[in-house]
């Protein structure tokens, strides 16, 4: 992930430009996914490859252990059909988008994973393990840390999906409802890169036409039908100039729906549609990527790198609260009885810091404190 830090001796409107610039990489704007190097590393590698008579499943198998990349093939796809091709000198992503282009399938990256699949599901993937992420929001940290945590995985021949996940959700200390709605199926063998609890699950169910829901409390996962289409929903704070930025974004996007209400953007659409939301609202040239499932990769963690010096510290907080859509309330009883107040200049420097440390190294300096839950932060005197 890329870092960024402003010496904010500067007037409050360098945070501004800070944190436009730090959306961009917390949003994994990349197509392959800042999230994993490795993986994108991996697939800008040349490859030299000629296929005669060859399976389609052994051909992937072949690719995948030569170029060290995972590749998860749909259950649904032939894996007996012929593949006969040449590719000389071509990064391994643009072999695998040709691969799929000659047998009418779609790609995308889920994490260190490459799903190679029907067309419908591969652009879904990337928003239904969005939307099961958002569903931890309102869990527990720790509760959400464990869905998110990555470990590898692998199982023998003629493993039952079914077993499968219920085995993987059930090591985590959560328990599956409907489990009998996967149907039953026997597997090859195979082993997984470190994936999140959360997108193995997605990735498993997808292949079924299912997906998960994980309950608020986020120790219960429910099998359920995938309900069409799949969408996401999600607020932007933007600018004053409206107008022409939504022109910009309903000439760009032509998929998305978008309601706007003063400075506040409501978009649904998928995954992908709001990658590009957020590359406009950041300043970034939208161009279209020619790598795998653009924006198909996880959300990650969202990691800070700033520096302030004799700032207000209501205005640093505001401009936060604008840039990741944050509803921010202030205990002004609190505040008042303590004799805080917004004004308070502060100063702090963070590295590679979480949302609630870098929170806390601003707001202690100012005698306060606050807690959260997803995007709602209350503020109030500290003790």
């Known amino acids: 992930m890329h870092q960024h830090a402003c010496n904010l001796f500067r007037p409050i409107a360098c945070l501004l430009a800070y944190l436009a610039c730090l959306l961009t990489s917390l949003t994994q704007a990349n197509a392959l996914g800042t999230a994993n190097s490795d993986l994108?590393?991996?697939?800008?590698?040349?490859?030299?490859?000629?296929?005669?008579?060859?399976?389609?499943?052994a051909a992937l198998q072949r690719l995948s252990e030569s170029q060290g990349v995972s590749l998860w093939l749909?259950?649904?796809?032939?894996?007996?059909?012929?593949?006969?091709?040449?590719?000389?000198?071509?990064?391994?992503?643009?072999?695998?988008?040709?691969?799929?282009?000659?047998?009418?399938?779609?790609?995308?990256?889920?994490?260190?994973?490459?799903y190679v699949g029907p067309q419908q599901s591969a652009s879904e993937l990337a928003t239904l393990a969005a939307k099961a992420r958002d569903s931890l929001d309102k869990s527990a940290k720790a509760t959400s840390r464990i869905w998110l945590q990555e470990t590898s995985s692998e199982w023998a021949i003629l493993s039952e999906p079914r077993t499968l996940l219920t085995h993987w959700v059930g090591q985590a200390g959560f328990a599956v409802q409907k489990p009998e709605r996967i149907p039953h199926d026997l597997w090859d063998a195979k082993q997984l890169p470190p994936?999140?609890?959360?997108?193995?699950?997605?990735?498993?169910?997808?292949?079924?036409?299912?997906?998960?829901?994980?309950d608020s409390a986020g120790d219960t996962c429910q099998i359920v039908p995938i309900s069409r289409p799949v969408v996401l929903t999600r607020q932007y704070r933007f600018g004053p100039d409206h107008e022409l930025f939504l022109a910009r974004l309903q000439e760009t996007i032509h998929e998305a729906t978008f309601a706007v209400r003063g400075r506040l953007l409501t978009v649904t659409g998928r995954w992908e549609d709001h990658l590009q939301v957020q590359e406009l609202i950041a300043g970034?040239?939208?161009?279209?990527?020619?790598?795998?499932?653009?924006?198909?990769?996880?959300?990650?963690?969202?990691?800070?790198?700033?520096?302030?010096?004799?700032?207000?510290?209501?205005?640093?907080?505001?401009?936060?609260?604008?840039?990741?859509?944050?509803?921010?309330?202030?205990?002004?009883?609190?505040?008042?009885?303590?004799?805080?107040?917004?004004?308070?200049?502060?100063?702090?420097?963070?590295?590679?810091?979480?949302?609630?440390?870098?929170?806390?190294?601003?707001?202690?300096?100012?005698?306060?404190?606050?807690?959260?839950?997803?995007?709602?932060?209350?503020?109030?005197?500290?003790?």
């Open 74 to 114: 749909d259950r649904r796809i032939d894996p007996q059909q012929p593949v006969e091709a040449t590719f000389q000198n071509l990064p391994l992503h643009q072999v695998l988008k040709r691969i799929a282009e000659q047998h009418s399938l779609g790609i995308s990256a889920l994490g260190n994973v490459v």
């Open 195 to 214: 994936l999140a609890l959360v997108d193995k699950t997605v990735l498993l169910l997808a292949g079924f036409d299912l997906t998960c829901q994980i």
């Open 284 to 383: 970034k040239p939208n161009e279209p990527s020619q790598k795998v499932g653009r924006g198909t990769t996880k959300p990650v963690e969202q990691r800070f790198s700033l520096q302030l010096k004799n700032q207000p510290v209501g205005a640093v907080v505001s401009q936060l609260a604008d840039q990741l859509q944050l509803q921010v309330r202030w205990d002004t009883s609190s505040l008042a009885e303590a004799k805080r107040d917004q004004s308070t200049l502060v100063s702090c420097s963070v590295k590679d810091a979480s949302l609630d440390e870098l929170l806390k190294s601003i707001l202690e300096p100012a005698g306060m404190q606050f807690e959260r839950q997803g995007k709602d932060v209350q503020i109030k005197a500290g003790r």
């Open 40 to 57: 994108e590393q991996h697939l800008e590698r040349l490859v030299s490859v000629s296929w005669q008579d060859q399976q389609l499943r």
